[in-house]
């Protein structure tokens, strides 16, 4: 069916009538005829109606325009360039639920954006969505790649883009505008009246695409991008992550077919090395059709940091290049804070964490922060965490990292080594006030995340994992003092947690940087934490090694505060080995040096080690004065309970039923006001055993189930309770 413009203008000269004579015929101006005729303004049926009388047409130019007054749709009803969808579409039915309601809504925004991070599925999510809703655009679906992130290829123009929207719309070339706002006006001019979808794939920048958004039209434009394109404010965005971990093994299978691996679990392996990313699964899945590889392989392969990148490239797609195209379009200042994140050892690091890492304020890191993370390198979260994807991580380790001068690379590490150790610092001031830390030399963190000594105990359970990467990350820079210093500090939340993998784990790194350095002082305290570790977890021999081997560090270096305290803690292990004369006379040194120091703390400790042994020598008198004092003495809530528990525990083995479950019930609030899960279950334990002794096994049964219902572990070879409860649950 012809242009009813150039149909206009054919019949128009046919008989010999110029334009102007044809204004005056028809009661419209000879320059919007001009236009018309030119495609570069709208027909309605009233001018048609009057060019058919002006040149007797005979309706043959009224039949061009539809009663809607728009140009006749080609007899097919409308172009159809959507690309297929993909045989291996899987999952994503919520989102495309979500994005083919948005486009269907009239009261929604005329463009939505898809973004998310390379190989994420954005355009087949937007093609699915298209696809689904393609019947109620009857003018017309169209899809463009703007080319904004293909490697090797120069991204369009907003002229580019322009100029190949238009020529789908059957505007011929000669028609085309010589200038870009031209073309967007006659994009406009084309769109206004039509119900079409165009799919703009591939966009770098909203610049790209600006003037394409069209003003008044029933059309949608639906744009993808791995940028966030903020700037587009009349949009709505539509978000899209990885796939859920069942929906990536299923796209596997459905891409691998025969090929794919029977044994599930190492699927499920595969795919969360692939980290759950549709690009990197479906390159694997290609290398299962292709052949030569066992799936155990592979997933070794995978598993190796060294290794994976390079494993997910099939050689026509990769998701390194994927990466590489994001990260070279990025100014020197983002691409160095990417490569300085690889350094940091979690997968989410806080906000203060990136500005140390960065050496910037706060301004001039969130504002490079919300740049990659609008081009959806990073993710920013309302924490305020800053996270990278897995692969992402490896990407920037191995790309972006090496693109940073290595005393740049040195400096950041030793500020966020610093920023971790005075923070840690400021939690444990909080909750535990009176517990000595070695000097660091460190201002005092401003800004931390906690006001009070439960938000620092809430801060330490988030951040110990990354924390503990610290140590470990200090020691391998050569930042040797703050090694043992941060695991020295953390060793109280470790202690009060019954974290003791972390703890030993820490301080054996820190062992090594206090040899590296010859501190003997911190040598033995290192020794001397390592020794309550292993008393805590119950391996009392290696806890009296260690002690032992403090406690001659402490002397060559002539420390006589390490001295006490190694002596204190070998007291403890004895205790524990069932030494409880020793235990008696060491603790009773101590415990005069502790009151003439004012080490209240180290009092309240000491006075409990007493009560336990002079309990074990059946001394309950004396034992009882102790428990007293020290629940008196101690000052933290977690010292109190701990300290009514061991009164109790006195009380229960001098036989004092009633005032024995009196004080475990006491205990146990008091653990609750503390936040101790261990001295809460202890408690429990105890009021158990008191029913126990009395007879009542129901009583005891439903104690102890309570106590077990906790997150921890009552050793009953460093625990009398847990010790009376085993034996009693079996007599």
């Not at 030399?441 to 931390?448: C, E, F, H, Q, T």
């Not at 703390?601 to 336990?612: D, E, P, S």
């Not at 006491?666 to 029913?691: C, I, K, M, P, V």
Request: overall charge negative; hydrophobic content about 45%.
């Amino acid at each position: 069916m012809p242009d009813f413009g150039a149909e206009l203008k054919r019949r128009r000269t046919s008989v010999g009538m110029s334009l102007t004579g044809l204004a005056a015929a028809v009661h419209f101006t000879k320059g919007y005829l001009s236009k018309v005729e030119n495609g570069k303004a709208r027909v309605n049926r009233e001018l048609a109606k009057a060019c058919d009388v002006a040149l007797g047409a005979d309706g043959a130019l009224l039949s061009l325009v539809t009663e809607a007054g728009t140009p006749a749709r080609r007899s097919a009803g409308g172009i159809a360039g959507l690309p297929h969808a993909g045989r291996y579409f899987v999952g994503r039915e919520t989102e495309l639920d979500a994005l083919s309601a948005r486009l269907l809504d009239p009261d929604d925004a005329r463009v939505g954006v898809v973004h998310g991070m390379a190989g994420a599925g954005k355009t087949a999510l937007a093609v699915a969505a298209a696809r689904r809703v393609e019947r109620s655009f009857p003018d017309g679906c169209l899809f463009f790649d703007l080319r904004g992130h293909t490697p090797g290829a120069a991204e369009l123009s907003a002229g580019e883009a322009l100029g190949r929207l238009l020529r789908l719309l059957d505007v011929s070339a000669d028609q085309l505008p010589a200038d870009e706002d031209g073309l967007a006006n006659l994009v406009r001019d084309q769109l206004r009246g039509r119900r079409m979808i165009l799919v703009l794939d591939n966009v770098r920048s909203a610049e790209q695409i600006r003037a394409i958004v069209p003003g008044e039209t029933s059309s949608r434009i639906l744009v993808t991008s791995r940028g966030r394109l903020p700037a587009l404010d009349d949009a709505w965005h539509f978000p899209v992550d990885v796939l859920p971990l069942p929906d990536a093994v299923r796209l596997l299978r459905s891409v691998a077919g025969s090929h794919a691996p029977d044994d599930e679990g190492v699927a499920t392996e595969i795919v969360r090395h692939c980290g759950q990313l549709p690009l990197a699964v479906r390159i694997v899945a290609a290398r299962f059709v292709a052949g030569g590889w066992t799936a155990a392989r592979l997933r070794d392969r995978l598993a190796d940091e060294t290794t994976r990148l390079g494993t997910l490239d099939d050689g026509e797609r990769s998701v390194a290049t994927a990466f590489t195209v994001s990260y070279e379009s990025l100014p020197g200042d983002q691409r160095r804070l990417l490569g300085l994140l690889a350094l940091h050892p979690a997968t989410a690091a806080e906000i203060a964490a990136v500005e140390a890492l960065a050496g910037l304020g706060p301004g001039e890191a969130d504002r490079l922060v919300d740049r990659l993370h609008d081009a959806h390198l990073v993710v920013r979260d309302e924490r305020g965490y800053v996270e990278l994807h897995d692969l992402m991580r490896m990407f920037a380790s191995t790309h972006a990292l090496p693109g940073v001068e290595p005393e740049d690379r040195s400096s950041a590490m030793g500020r966020l080594v610093d920023h971790a150790l005075a923070t840690t610092v400021a939690a444990d001031e909080l909750a535990e006030p009176y517990r000595f830390r070695p000097p660091t030399g460190l201002p005092a963190a401003s800004g931390v995340p906690f006001t009070d000594a439960d938000g620092a105990l809430t801060w330490l359970a988030a951040q110990w994992p990354t924390l503990v990467e610290i140590v470990d990350s200090a020691f391998r820079h050569g930042f040797h003092d703050r090694c043992w210093q941060l695991a020295f500090v953390l060793r109280a939340f470790f202690f009060r947690e019954k974290l003791f993998e972390p703890w030993i784990r820490t301080h054996e790194r820190a062992l090594e940087a206090t040899r590296a350095i010859g501190d003997l002082s911190a040598t033995g305290m290192i020794l001397n934490n390592l020794g309550m570790a292993h008393v805590e977890s119950g391996r009392v021999d290696e806890a009296i090694g260690f002690h032992e081997r403090a406690q001659e560090c402490f002397a060559q270096a002539r420390d006589d505060r390490g001295a006490i305290d190694a002596l204190s803690s070998l007291a403890w292990a004895r205790l524990y080995r069932g030494e409880a004369e020793a235990t008696l006379t060491d603790l009773t040194t101590v415990l005069a040096v502790y009151r003439r120091t004012g080490r209240t703390r180290n009092v309240v400790i000491a006075l409990r080690g007493i009560a336990l042994a002079s309990t074990v020598l059946g001394r309950f008198p004396a034992a009882l004065a102790s428990a007293q004092e020290a629940v008196q003495l101690a000052q933290l809530p977690v010292d109190r309970a701990m300290s009514v528990n061991c009164e109790a525990w006195v009380r229960f083995r001098a036989a004092q039923w009633a005032d024995a479950e009196s004080g475990y019930r006491r205990a146990a609030e008091l653990a609750d006001d503390a936040g101790s899960e261990y001295e809460r279950a202890r408690a429990l334990t105890g009021l158990g055993n008191t029913a126990a002794a009395r007879g009542d096994r129901q009583g005891a049964a439903r104690r102890w189930t309570e106590a077990a219902a906790y997150r921890v572990t009552l050793d009953p070879r460093v625990l009398g309770e847990a010790e009376y409860r085993d034996r009693a649950a079996v007599a």
